[in-house]
C-alpha cells in the first residue's frame, strides 16, 4: 500500500512533500497490535501522554489499509503535527475515469499536543469531488484514538 501512495504521489503531485517521509519511520500494526494497544488504554496500562512526549518528528503510520503521514512542526515553540490521512479506495473511482487522484482520498489536518484536531485543506482530490466536512471529521475522530494510543505507546 505505502509503495502505490508513494509512487501515485510522485507521479501526480510532485510538489508534495512525499520526499520528506521517504527517510522516516515506516510502523504498520496488524488488527491484533491495535487491539493491543486499545486493551492497554482501556485497562490504564497505558495512559495517554502528550503529543510532544512522542519523540518521533515525522512518521508513517499505516494499519489495514490507511495510511497516516505525520509530521511535526518545528516552526512554533508549541508543538503543532501536520497530518494527512489517506487511504486506497476504488470507489472514488467511479466518479471520474480522467482523475489523477483516482483511487486515493486524503484528508490533511493538524493536531495540538492535546490531539485537538483542526482540518486543513488540501490540493489531492478528485476532479469534480464533493467533500464533505462533516464526513471528514467523522473518518479523522475515528482514527485519532489509534494515532494517540500509539503516539503514546511509543513516547518516552
Not at 503531485?13 to 493491543?36: C, F, G, H, M
Not at 475522530?141 to 494510543?149: A, C, Q, R
Request: aromatic content about 12%; overall charge negative.
Amino acid at each position: 500500500m505505502i509503495t502505490k501512495l508513494v509512487k501515485f504521489l510522485k507521479n501526480n503531485y510532485p510538489d508534495s512533500n512525499i520526499n520528506d517521509y521517504l527517510d522516516s519511520k515506516y510502523i504498520q500494526l496488524t488488527a491484533p497490535q491495535l487491539k493491543q494497544i486499545a486493551d492497554a488504554l482501556n485497562s490504564g496500562e497505558l495512559t495517554t501522554k502528550p503529543a510532544s512526549a512522542c519523540g518521533a518528528e515525522r512518521f508513517v503510520f499505516s494499519f489495514g489499509e490507511t495510511v497516516i503521514l505525520v509530521q511535526k512542526d518545528t516552526t512554533d515553540s508549541s508543538a503543532v503535527y501536520q497530518a494527512e490521512f489517506s487511504w486506497e479506495t476504488d470507489f472514488l473511482a467511479i466518479h471520474s475515469t480522467r482523475s489523477k487522484g483516482k483511487g486515493f482520498y486524503f484528508i490533511a489536518f493538524e493536531f495540538d499536543n492535546d490531539y485537538q484536531v483542526t482540518l486543513k485543506d488540501t490540493d489531492k482530490r478528485l476532479d469534480d469531488q464533493v467533500r464533505s466536512t462533516e464526513k471528514e471529521q467523522e473518518m479523522v475522530d475515528k482514527i485519532m484514538p489509534i494515532l494517540k494510543g500509539f503516539m503514546s505507546a511509543i513516547s518516552e
